[in-house]
């Protein structure tokens, strides 16, 4: 005897009421994770609101065999628990990750339905199902060539040939056409798994083209499309939570993927099919013949004594040098002394959405002391000094001179109007998107080169036995 065969029709009203609850907790989480003051809240409401709709799905009277379910959320969790406890500079391969394994739950689960229906399947519920697999087996292959970028076992820079776009849209519509015959003829042979196929490829293809510089746009963007697969699994399933569930994590993906591009003054054709972010050779090789000027600690600790306002841009050499405690260690120092210390966020800093800001909050870096590129640069004039901790296309003035540059048009960081820049980097090569940077020869930029984390805690020192 199932729990679903006790008293069906209040059993029913209770479920009901349940994923309403859950689905109020999902747009709860939603709302108060679009700030950083309540997003541990939305976090919680969020896990709360996955949890009732997981645990009133046991009580659906359609499961018949629970145990299964159990089984599989126990494999999961013991899959789960040690890749949710990876470092943070892991954290947007481990993003790419989840959006890989989500898609290809419900890519399974279509094909598996599919399967299930023929041959009473019916054209609206062929389009439901084609529509969900296509989607779901793309945003499958895409995320996982996004998690290899990010982690560095693929080529973070773009892949690309002449042609490719056309050949990419054509191994797109032939996935189309593939689901168009379904439509007509769900029984036909072959075409379905040559369905499921073409889509994983372009998956494939839809993702190598692109360049490190437009990571925070593309994991944006998989979010979506897996929210999006999500939606149209709970109409497959007619699942109205799913379909809830999905239509606010596909929304939400999506209007931030928006912001991301208008963060890089770019749309999305371009970060698409632009391939952008292809090594700058010529650029490469002028760089050897011009002059930059170098600071060790010692200096560099003095000049952040005498200021009296400083902004720190931190960048994904941070993330990767895991210096962000000894930043917060440099922000506790120079406020003793008095020096007034901000922390400028460029939108797309880092490799996923809110990198930096995730980052600069695992230490404890206080809220208010982050301002938006924006209010940054009003104010970047009247600065004393701007100390770059591990970010290059951020704060690249290229964007705002040089219109042969990839990057031209793109907001930046403004750190160039600072009276005096600093830059932490541990060479001057370029950064992820392969483009050089001209701040690092301006006579006011100071090269400290070296590994940020080792580099900020030898200036802490010099600066703690100082006195105060």
């Known amino acids: 005897m199932t729990l679903g065969a006790l008293d069906p029709a209040r059993l029913q009203s209770l479920t009901d009421f349940a994923y309403i ?9 939603l709302k108060w994770l679009s700030s950083p003051a309540t997003a541990r809240r939305g976090v919680l409401i969020g896990e ?84 969900e697999v296509i989607i779901g087996s793309l945003s499958f292959t895409g995320s996982l ?5 990010l982690q560095e076992w693929l080529p973070q820079r773009p892949i690309v040939y002449k042609g490719q776009n056309y050949v990419s849209f054509a191994v797109l519509g032939a996935a189309v056409l593939a689901a168009l015959i379904l439509v007509f003829h769900p029984t036909a042979p072959a075409v379905f798994p040559a369905m499921v196929v073409i889509s994983l490829l372009f998956g494939v293809m839809l993702v190598t083209p692109i360049g490190g510089a437009d990571m925070p746009t593309v ?56 391939a952008f972010g292809q090594l700058q050779v010529t650029a490469r090789g002028a760089q050897e013949e011009r002059t930059v000027h170098t600071a060790t600690p010692e200096e560099a600790a003095a000049i952040l004594a005498a200021a009296n306002t400083v902004l720190v841009v931190p960048g994904y050499g941070m993330a990767v040098a895991q210096a962000q405690h000894k930043v917060r260690e440099l922000l506790d120092v120079l406020t003793r002394k008095g020096v007034d210390v ?63 540059s990839p990057i031209y048009g793109m907001p930046i960081i403004e750190v160039d109007h600072a009276r005096t820049v600093m830059v932490i980097k541990r060479s001057l090569n370029p950064g992820f998107a392969g483009i050089d940077n001209p701040l690092y020869y301006e006579d006011k930029t100071l090269m400290l080169f070296g590994d940020a984390k080792a580099f900020v805690s030898n200036i802490v020192k010099e600066l703690s036995g100082g006195g105060e």
């Open 145 to 149: 060539i996004a998690a290899g970028k």
């Open 342 to 404: 901000k922390f400028g966020i460029h939108p797309v800093a880092g490799r996923m959405p809110g990198h930096m800001n995730v980052l600069l909050a695992e230490a404890d870096v206080p809220y208010d002391r982050l301002v938006e590129m924006d209010a940054a640069n009003s104010e970047m004039p009247q600065t004393d000094v701007a100390l770059v901790v591990g970010a290059n296309d951020v704060t690249n003035p290229a964007a705002k001179t040089d219109q042969g």
């Open 21 to 29: 609850v859950a689905i109020a907790c999902f747009i709860l989480s």
């Open 219 to 274: 994991i944006a963007l998989l979010n979506s499309y897996v929210g999006l697969t999500a939606a149209l699994l709970g109409f497959v399933l007619n699942s109205k939570v799913l379909v809830v569930a999905g239509a606010l994590d596909g929304s939400s993906g999506f209007i931030l993927a928006v912001i991301m591009c208008k963060a890089m003054n770019r749309s999305f054709t371009n970060v698409l099919f632009g």
């Open 48 to 131: 709360i609101g996955a949890a009732v709709a997981v645990v009133t799905t046991f009580f659906n009277p359609e499961l018949v065999r629970f145990q299964w379910v159990l089984i599989a959320l126990l494999a999961g969790a013991i899959i789960g628990i040690p890749l949710g406890l990876v470092q943070m500079t892991a954290v947007p391969q481990r993003t790419a990750m989840s959006h890989a394994f989500g898609a290809l739950a419900a890519a399974v689960i279509g094909i598996a339905e599919y399967y299930m229906r023929i041959p009473r399947i019916d054209k609206f519920e062929m389009v439901e199902i084609a529509a």
